[in-house]
């Protein structure tokens, strides 16, 4: 459903994926086909429709809070940083939920050491909507410090500045 060129199927799988994996007894049957639902759902969040995004949004978040390997995968999944953030970003953004979800999945995201190289290319990012979004201002604070506040933060701002 999620391959489908209808966009209200589209909506519906990833709600579906979403309300799925919420219930511990569906992880192992969900999680088997996590990288090909990673990759649909990112997808899903350059779709032009706000439902779109927000059933995709509200997916990945729950996938980002399961465990430790699915925030790597979608730490690692091209285009799904930057996807959030241009949602949050948008002009004119989706509901507030919506991106709410989308800069708690970031934050999911930077509780794993492993990510903070895929992180830390968006560090400005991440700080200018810290001092210019006052409803996401705190989730971005706690991300610059998840980023910042670690044993090896020298060595991961010198891999995030200079590519290292």
Known sequence: MLESPVKA??????????????????EPFVLPFAPQVYKRLVDLLSFP?????AAAVAALYNLA????DCRLRLANERWAIGRL????????????????????????????PQNRAQLLTYENKFAEIAFSDARLSDTFARILYE??????????????????
Not at 65 to 68: A, H, L
């Open 9 to 26: 199927w589209h909506c519906a799988a990833a709600e579906l994926v979403g309300r799925l994996i919420v219930n511990p007894d569906n």
């Open 49 to 53: 429709g706000a439902d779109a995004q």
């Open 65 to 68: 809070e399961v465990n430790m």
């Open 85 to 112: 953030l241009k949602i949050i970003q948008s002009p004119h953004p989706p509901l507030p939920e919506v991106c709410r979800k989308a800069a708690l999945t970031i934050e999911s995201l930077a509780c794993e």
């Open 147 to 164: 980023l910042t506040s670690r044993a090896n933060s020298k060595l991961g701002a010198v891999r995030g500045v200079w590519g290292v």
